[in-house]
Nanobody
Framework: QARLVESGGGSVQAGGSLRLSCAAS????????MGWFRQAPGKEREFVAA????????YYADSVQGRFTISRDNAENTMFLQMNGLKPEDTGVYYC?????????????????????WGQGTQVTVSS
């Protein structure tokens, strides 16, 4: 089964940019969509953005709309998150996940939806 591996996290000052990547490694990767989630210290994991794998349709949380851009490279089985205008409240561990966009966008830690795959996470720290 394919694994999801995130990269691109780091530390930046407020107003800066980072680009995250999530690559599906191993054979047999197939999905209807991929998404990004984040978890700040002491807070629940939350939805950030999702993309339809074949449609290219995109979905964003209100908190990142207009600042973050999600995209994917189907040939490379890789998803990206371009993060501009970063704020301290964007700090957290960013996780990628694979499942249908309808499930990705409504996932919450306490509901019954169990997403098909998760990555291990990458740290993003934004200082003021």
């Amino acid at each position: 089964q394919a694994r999801l591996v995130e990269s691109g996290g780091g530390s930046v000052q407020a107003g800066g940019s980072l680009r995250l990547s999530c690559a599906a490694s191993g054979g047999g990767f197939s999905t209807l969509g991929m998404g990004w989630f984040r978890q700040a210290p002491g807070k629940e994991r939350e939805f950030v953005a999702a993309v339809g794998w074949y449609t290219g349709s995109t979905y964003y949380a209100d908190s990142v709309q207009g600042r973050f851009t999600i995209s994917r490279d189907n040939a490379e089985n890789t998803m990206f998150l371009q993060m501009n205008g970063l704020k301290p409240e964007d700090t957290g561990v960013y996780y990628c996940a694979a499942d249908s966009p309808s499930r990705l966008t409504i996932w919450k830690p306490n509901n019954d939806i169990k997403l098909a795959q998760w990555g291990q996470g990458t740290q993003v720290t934004v200082s003021s």
